[in-house]
């Protein structure tokens, strides 16, 4: 009874709504201060929320966007395209052409699956290795190929590899490759000039980049084109004094003299005489400006411009130049040369054959070593050095060609008589192919010397008198003699034409020393003879074989580029020629 009066009290009690928290063991005693702090830090956090959104939403912008475009923003450039070179005509011989560059975000990259990093590693020429070593890169952007072809790259986007972006760019192409590469020069993977003309007029070629500000997203898209920075500008076109047609023949005849003679090398240089303009500049070896990877050295070297030389002979006519222009000599005065051999203190000048008693013109037309030196020792050492200055030897070039050298010319107060002997047939002197070709101006022209230009010119530049006009026209007499029958330079006659220069033939100076089988050989000429209008000057470094004197090895060159050019550019005959004329007794020139 007791047990069932006990559940019925419970359920009465849970009937009438009496609480459990009645229950001593469920009653909670709470403090009301507690209550009160918890709600006022509630009130505390949702106001300071609300502080801080009005802060940065209303106070803080300019800071937010800086945030936001530092991570989104970017600044991209538009570069601009690098002028085109032409030639006189022009025919291009450089022009840009647009690649693209191919780059990455390496952290975005990893992701990507190995079967396309395989195919992009293929498509980039490049080992698997070698493109995972640039993806292991800690840094937030890396080139993995700068001038990618264009349908290459489009390929490597169809990848569709998260962090592979592209950027467009140009790359330099010279359609004509070796054969004006020494002129033109060549660019660097920035586009930026490297050599000869590319270098000179980097600042006239080059134009200048633009850049606009866009948001991209994670992905790298453009989302948002925010605004043009600047405007780009294209670089300048530039026009050079080269005929390409003038510049094709003095390259092939250029090559194949030096593979026919076994030389080292060769070089090559036609000036025109009525402007000073540069029509040809040729050298091999040579490179493929279009491929470089395996350039050397020898490839690079611009012989005409850089490379100086003892002249030889072809020194010898400022010497009786000056003697004819102080009136010191008449072409027909006689000079003893001897049996070929004369004594200066403890040396001994030679000629190659005894000419014995013989006369100014016959000097050159022989190339007699003691008739020059004869009338080197006739005049003050000064008057020779300032012929040279005048003509431009040991004075540094401003034709605005990078790496042309000035030569060497030692102070005239320290020379001794065989010093002065040896330096009027071209020992003791050095010089450069185009400086050796822009003094024979003084003889091809009426007296006078003018600048030379690598850049096209609208009209002829003024000139510096150094000797007379009558001088000049003495010495194109004996320089045609040169090429006559009895002359040293009959393998440079041209049917058709009446043409003169002067040979040159020097020991190599080695270690300290003249070498006795090392030699260069060389040839300066000019054709026309009754109106002159190219310059053409020839150089064979260290021909092989037997045949090594300026005559023989720089002879032929000289005739052959100077019959086509002048065929090329349709200027008349003057002369009845109709072969060229050797005769079995042709005398042989001197060093």
């Known amino acids: 009874m007791s047990r069932g009066g006990n559940v019925n009290t419970s359920r009465v009690a849970r009937s009438k709504g009496v609480p459990f928290s009645k229950n001593p063991v469920l009653a909670v005693r709470l403090p009301v201060w507690r209550s009160r702090v918890v709600l006022f ?6 106001a300071g929320l609300a502080a801080r959104a009005l802060w940065l939403q209303g106070l803080s912008t300019q800071f937010l966007q800086k945030q936001g475009e530092i991570r989104y923003a970017r600044t991209l450039d538009l570069p601009a395209t690098r002028g085109k070179i032409t030639d006189r005509d022009g025919q291009v011989l450089a022009s840009s052409v647009p690649v693209k560059a191919i780059w990455a975000i390496p952290d975005d990259v990893q992701e990507a699956a190995p079967a396309k990093l395989k195919q992009l590693a293929k498509l980039l020429g490049m080992s698997d290795a070698d493109l995972q070593k640039k993806l292991d890169s800690d840094r937030g952007f890396v080139y993995l190929k700068r001038q990618v072809e264009q349908d290459v790259a489009d390929q490597i986007t169809k990848l569709g590899i998260e962090g592979i972006q592209t950027r467009k760019e140009y790359k330099r192409f010279y359609p004509q490759g070796e054969v004006t590469t020494h002129v033109v020069g060549f660019t660097n993977v920035e586009d930026m000039g490297q050599e000869s003309m590319e270098l000179a007029q980097q600042k006239t070629l080059v134009g200048q980049p633009g850049s ?38 003095a390259f092939t005849q250029i090559k194949d003299a030096v593979e026919k003679f076994h030389a080292k090398a060769g070089a090559a240089v036609v000036l025109d005489v009525h402007t000073g303009e540069v029509l040809a500049l040729a050298n091999w070896p040579t490179y493929n400006p279009n491929d470089r990877s395996k350039l050397t050295g020898e490839q690079l070297r611009n012989r005409v411009m850089t ?69 080197a020792l006739g005049m003050p050492a000064e008057d020779m050095w300032e012929m040279f200055t005048k003509v431009g030897f040991g004075q540094q070039p401003k034709w605005g060609f990078p790496g042309a050298v000035a030569g060497r010319v030692r102070p005239y107060k320290s020379w001794r008589p065989i010093e002065q002997a040896n330096m009027s047939f071209g020992q003791g002197i050095s010089v450069s192919l185009i400086q050796l070709a822009r003094a024979y101006m003084i003889y091809a022209r009426d007296g006078d010397i003018i600048p030379l230009s690598f850049q096209k010119l609208h009209e002829a530049p003024h000139g510096t008198q150094v000797v007379s006009a009558k001088t000049a026209a003495e010495m194109r007499e004996m320089l045609e003699m040169v090429t006559l029958p009895g002359g040293s330079a009959v393998k440079a006659q041209v049917p058709g034409y009446r043409v003169g220069g002067k040979t040159g033939t020097a020991q190599k100076f080695l270690n300290g020393r003249y070498s006795q089988t090392k030699y260069i050989g060389n040839f300066v000429g000019m054709a026309p003879m009754s109106d002159p209008r190219f310059i053409i000057a020839v150089m064979i470094d260290e021909p092989g074989g037997p045949v090594h004197v300026g005559g023989d090895v720089a002879g032929p060159v000289f005739s052959a580029l100077a019959a086509q050019a002048l065929r090329a550019k349709n200027i008349a005959p003057d002369s009845d020629l109709t072969h060229i004329i050797i005769p079995e007794s042709a005398a042989q020139g001197n060093m």
Not at 229 to 249: F, M, N, T, W
Not at 324 to 351: C, S
């Open 41 to 46: 830090v509630m009130f505390a956090a949702f």
């Open 212 to 249: 606009r500000r866009v948001i991209k997203d994670r992905l790298g898209h453009i989302v948002e084109d925010i605004e043009s920075v600047r405007e780009p500008h294209d670089g300048k076109d530039l026009a050079l004094s080269i005929d390409s047609k003038i510049q094709y023949i």
């Open 307 to 375: 490379d100086t030389f003892e002249p030889g002979s072809s020194l010898k006519p400022f010497t009786v130049g000056l003697a004819l222009d102080e009136k010191r000599v008449t072409p027909h005065t006689m000079f003893d040369t001897g049996a070929g051999a004369m004594v200066i203190a403890d040396r001994v000048i030679h000629d190659t054959h005894p000419h014995y008693l013989i006369d100014v013109q016959t000097i050159i037309q022989k190339s007699s070593n003691i008739g020059t030196s004869k009338i």
